[in-house]
């Protein structure tokens, strides 16, 4: 099984808290993903990452951010968390083939984020 | 946007019966197309896939089709299992310099034992 790691498993916290949730991958993978899906549920796309400093957003507005200043790491941030944004957040990762090819993504077990 | 369909979103099967999950795509320059499997409460793991330069693909029970021209392509698997339950996810790269995957919406796959 893909070394993807995602911590907190689980986090319920108050409206208006700032939460970061983290994402991490040992397998030296160049491109990294965020997606937020609901239990079962279509899987939407909120930040995508080719490389360090590189980050873009998704096709899912998102009221997050992201940061990748190390390969192995691309945490997501909400500055004030809503009861809208409980959902599961998987984190991916994908190695590069090169010549605009996709490679198979593997993802992290997920967090899942209730806010009251 | 480019989109994937995929049907049914549920699908009930008798232990040892096939099932099978259609995909459409609307980026007919797509060239990768994988299949994932998410059990209850667990993260989506690859059970298959296929490039655009082959047609088929097997795994013991699990197969895959590619019809390019259409623009769709399909999951089979033959004599099903309780454990084949879960939600199944088709998806469809995005060409260019994004490494996008789309996704479809899911099948839900019960295999009454």
């Known amino acids: 099984e893909a070394d993807i790691y995602q911590t907190p498993r689980y986090l319920v916290i108050g409206t208006g808290k700032k939460i970061t949730l983290e994402c991490s991958q040992t397998?030296?993978?160049?491109?990294m993903y965020w997606y937020q899906q609901d239990p079962g549920m279509e899987l939407h796309l909120i930040h995508y990452s080719y490389g360090v400093n590189s980050t873009e957003k998704g096709d899912l507005s998102s009221e997050s951010t992201v940061s990748r200043i190390r390969t192995e790491h691309f945490p997501l941030t909400l500055e004030s968390a809503r009861p809208s944004h409980t959902s599961q957040y998987l984190c991916a990762s994908s190695e590069s083939s090169g010549g605009g090819i996709a490679d198979t993504q593997y993802f992290g077990p997920g967090t899942r984020l209730t806010v009251l | 946007g480019e989109n994937v369909e995929q049907h049914p979103s549920t699908l009930s099967v008798q232990e040892g019966d096939s099932a099978v999950i259609k995909c459409t795509y609307s980026d007919s320059a797509s060239n990768y197309f994988p299949w994932y499997k998410q059990e209850l409460g667990k993260r989506p793991q690859l059970i298959i896939d296929i490039r655009s330069n082959v047609g088929e693909k097997k795994d013991q029970r699990i197969a895959v089709t590619l019809n390019k021209t259409a623009k769709h392509f399909s999951l089979h698997i033959t004599e099903t299992q309780p454990e084949d339950s879960a939600v199944y996810f088709c998806a469809a790269s995005l060409v260019g310099s994004s490494y996008k995957l789309i996704f479809g919406s899911g099948t839900r796959l019960l295999v009454r034992p």
């Open positions: 397998m030296g993978h160049d491109k």
